[in-house]
Each structure stands twice: as C-alpha cells, then as structure tokens.
C-alpha cells in the first residue's frame, strides 16, 4: 500500500475506528467509576447560624487551602502544567486546517484560530513535553516513580503536535507526515480512555463528583468499600 492509500484509510476507516473506540472507551470508563463509588451518607449540618470553627479559623482557611495547593507548593509546576494543557486542548480544538476537514467531510462549522497562532500554540505544547519529559528523567522523585510506560504515554502526546508542526510547514514530504499526523492523532484518540492520558477526561468527573478537599463542587461520591 503506498502512501496515497495510508492516506485514504487513516483519513476514513481508522479515523472512524479511532472515534468509535474512544466514545466506546469513555462510556465504559465513566460507567466504571461510577459503579466503582456510591453517594456517600447524609450528614446531619449545624443549624443554621451555628458555626463549628472559630472567626481565627474561618480566616486561615484559605490561606491553608492555597498553601496546600499545586499552585502554592510548587508555582512554576503549576504555570507550566495550566499552560500546557490549555494549549493541548486549543491547538486541535480551534485549528483552521481541521475545521476545514470538519466542514468538508461532516458539514460541521465551528470558530477557529489564525494558523500563526496555533503554530505558537504547537510549540508551547512540545516544549511542555519536553519539561514534563525531564522533570521525569531528573528529578529523583519523580523518577521512581515513572515507568517506561510515562515516557511511552508523553510520546504519543506528543506526536500529533510534532507531525502537526511539520505538515503546517511542509517539511519533508507534505503527504506522509500529514498521514503520520493523522495515524498519531487516531493513537492519542484510541489511548486516552484506556491509560493515564485519561486524566484529561477524568479530571472532570473527580473534581466535580468525588467528595473531597480538592473538589471543584460539592461531590458527593466516594469509593466503594
């Protein structure tokens, strides 16, 4: 097969697949969680106009909260983590050049960027890889507990974007590394509800059903016994 057919399967029956599996894939793994947790008990809250803390309290509170945060542990980690993930969601979200692939195969119309500023976008993701790379490979505690499955996962992160890059400025041969873009975006796709890539999905449902400290609402679901 050569490289105008790869083109074709990966643009029409791997694309599908790769859709297909990942719907499929996160049905079963929110479906999963919630069989895994059960809505914690009642619990019986001060009337109202009774406070169980002090006024002292009540104003450390926050402070407490913020110091015990990502964001007040470790800044920079936090900046570059908000950062990259911001511009991993964007960049494929709102580029032109899949928004004109949306339009022409499905009909589907949405808003997008400047293709010069999802290039600035690309790059911020690959250089997120990167410090996420070595902040693996160098720092002691981070190293024991990664596997080669970490780095694994970090690549196919990656190469959607790096394949990206090069297609938008046509390095190499333009047809090839636009397959391999798109066989990489169908892998990333496929991976993400069945390794740790899915905490881009599953961030969402911890913080807003399990109860806990760091939740964004009131979750009301814990893990079964």
């Avoid at 195969?105 to 500023?117: C, E, M, Y």
């Avoid at 410090?131 to 596997?147: D, H, K, Q, T, Y």
């Avoid at 969402?204 to 009301?220: K, L, P, Q, W």
Wanted: one cysteine or more; a positive charge.
């Amino acid at each position: 097969m050569g490289v105008r057919g790869m083109y074709e399967l990966a643009r029409g029956p791997l694309l599908w697949l790769a859709v297909v599996v990942f719907v499929a894939g996160i049905a079963y793994r929110i479906a999963e969680l919630f069989f895994l947790t059960k809505k914690k008990e009642r619990v019986s809250w001060p009337k109202r106009g009774i406070r169980t803390d002090s006024p002292e309290e009540r104003k450390l509170r926050p402070i407490l909260s913020f110091q015990h945060s990502l964001i007040g542990k470790h800044p920079v980690m936090a900046i570059v983590s908000g950062v990259f993930h911001l511009c991993l969601f964007a960049s494929p979200i709102l580029a032109k050049g899949h928004a004109f692939l949306l339009r022409q195969s499905w009909g589907v119309s949405f808003w997008s960027l400047p293709s010069s500023l999802i290039d600035v976008l690309t790059v911020i993701v690959l250089l997120g890889v990167l410090f996420l790379f070595m902040r693996r490979a160098m720092l002691p505690r981070v190293r024991a507990v990664s596997s080669l499955n970490d780095f694994l996962f970090l690549f196919i992160a990656a190469a959607p974007y790096l394949t990206g890059f090069l297609a938008y400025h046509q390095w190499f041969e333009y047809r090839t590394v636009l397959t391999l873009h798109m066989l990489a975006g169908e892998l990333m796709l496929i991976a993400i509800p069945f390794t740790k890539l899915s905490h881009m999905v599953f961030f969402f449902f911890v913080r807003g059903f399990m109860g806990s400290e760091h939740s964004i609402a009131r979750g009301d679901r814990v893990w079964s016994a």
